[in-house]
């Protein structure tokens, strides 16, 4: 069982750039798919992006297409968003969530009922 820690949320400006991590423990993050999701203020909780157990394949909402990039560090445990050209729409608390591989391969999932653990979010608020 792994367990999930995000980090690094905050307030910026919009247009600035800000990276948000996801300490995980408990288990080889190896085995893993891995996934970013968010929860604006009052709307359900939304898919932002995804990636495979070793980084190959990854796929984004078409909402930050472009501007944010998800990379993990299986060593080190570990799943990062980085998120340009940020903008108002995108405050938001962030979750990061993981999903166990009976079989490694190119998977990854935008369904959070494909996900079996997630962390408390970190929030991050855009100021215009």
């Known amino acids: 069982q792994v367990q999930l820690v995000e980090s690094g949320g905050g307030l910026v400006q919009a247009g600035k750039s800000l990276k948000i991590s996801c300490a995980a423990s408990g288990g080889d993050f190896s085995n893993y798919a891995a996934g970013w999701f968010r929860q604006p203020p009052g709307k359900e909780r939304q898919f932002v992006a995804a990636?495979?157990?070793?980084?190959?394949?990854?796929y984004y909402a078409d909402t930050v297409k472009g501007r944010f990039r998800i990379s993990r560090d299986n060593v080190g445990g570990t799943l990062y968003l980085q998120m340009n050209n940020l903008n108002p729409e995108d405050t938001a608390v962030y979750y990061c969530?993981?999903?166990?591989?009976?079989?490694?391969?190119?998977?990854?999932?935008?369904?959070?009922?494909?996900?079996?653990?997630w962390g408390q979010g970190t929030q991050v608020t855009v100021s215009s």
């Open positions: 990636i495979s157990w070793d980084g190959g394949s990854n």
């Open positions: 969530a993981a999903a166990y591989l009976n079989h490694r391969g190119s998977y990854y999932y935008t369904n959070p009922f494909d996900y079996d653990y």
